[in-house]
DNA sequence: TAGTGGTCTAGACCACCAC
DNA sequence: TGGTGGTCTAGACCACTAG
């Protein structure tokens, strides 16, 4: 293990376990120089490390001190269907249940249009596992950032993952909710009145808005797994 | 802006623009040394920085290459129930709705019992905003690890909120589900069919249990926000 | 074996900011 | 104004690994 991750262990550790509380002034860099008996540098990547991670906060001409509280953040993996289906050793199959090309702008997504272009791709389609219903999906695609996606057949790629290969993004805002099947009952082979998880997805490159997505699952058998993995675990 | 971090944005431009690939070998770093004019120490940096970000992988002897894709992760914010409601402009209150302390090891949690000691809190109750039903918990703490949380008048405090100010923790997984209220529907005020969102908590201190928890939230009006922010966004 | 990334050093200059 | 963290340098040695 390399020193300065000793040492970043090491201060991480005397602030879990109390020594050092939130608010506390932690050594100055000089000083931890001399106890440890290594160079600046090496003391200063061990401390950036801590402040990236949020475990303390550092300010010139004051020092460096243990910051307030945990963020209660955790690290969520939104699945891409096909792969989670594969994963989990079923067949994927895919059916378009339809699809519409949009000049207006009446939908999720906000689009400036831009005159006799198209500008939002409607998409409909439900995914099954070895031919059962595993989810339904409605999705938006802005064709003026991503005109190609007009070009594919979705009847034969999923759009989630023809857009994780081909159009990076910069920023997604994921919201997880739950509700009744209600008028999607009938695709996914449900009640009315059963329960299902909702994933709504939106994301962006460099601000322009590139999909909108409602993805609907049934309850039974399916979960989202967020994990949170400490500093103290993380790798060096 | 330092000079680490435009050499980052630089070749992450590069990246999420297309001009580099995933599976591209990107320049080794003694020639990016010459394309930057500066030292390899500050090359290093901004290269670290991107691996730690996921966006390139290093290997000895090979040189470093551009990542296969996104890993579709979010940043999920797991709210603390009293905080949430506060937010939101409501009164907060809970009930303690049971409370057990069990020497032996039958729940969800995997604890060693030390002989003559409890091992196991476990607690159920119901949070309120402005007296009406919010969510309902069950939780099980291990006493082994925080023996103090026996004198905890639970009624007053929530759980919840006490262990995230008084149990710092390293590691956490969280696991998002729906399903009908079941045999909660009394406690929130709903139908036995009624959808709802179910958030099941661990965390952990150094690899031994702190709590389980498992949170039942009423769909209508209740929901998870995860945001990715991409590495552009991010402060240097 | 040669070339890469991983790490560390000893020193330097600068911006910032409490005093 | 002095001391802090932020950054950068020029060089070094080492571990790892493809050829």
Known sequence: MSLHSRIRADIERRILSGE??????????????????????TVNKALSALAAAGLINRRRRTGSFVA?????????????????????????????????????????????????????????????????????????????????AEEVDFAVTPPGSWLLVNVPWTEAENRISARAAGGDCRKLGLQPDAACLVLERRTWRSGAPITFVRQIFPAQGFSLVARFIGMSAQPD
């Open 20 to 41: 050092w509380k939130p608010g506390d002034r932690i050594p100055f860099e000089h000083e931890l120089v001399v106890e440890y008996g290594c160079s600046r540098m």
């Open 68 to 148: 307030q509280q945990h963020v209660d953040m955790a690290a969520l993996a939104i699945p891409d269907i096909r792969e989670e289906i594969e994963t989990r050793g079923g067949t994927y199959s895919i059916e378009l249940l339809s699809r519409k090309v949009g000049l207006s702008n009446g939908g999720q997504l906000q689009v400036s249009p831009v005159p006799g272009r198209p500008a939002i791709l409607g998409l409909s389609c439900r995914h099954l596992s070895d031919g059962m219903p595993f989810a339904v999906e409605y999705r938006e695609i802005n064709l003026v950032q991503v005109p190609e």
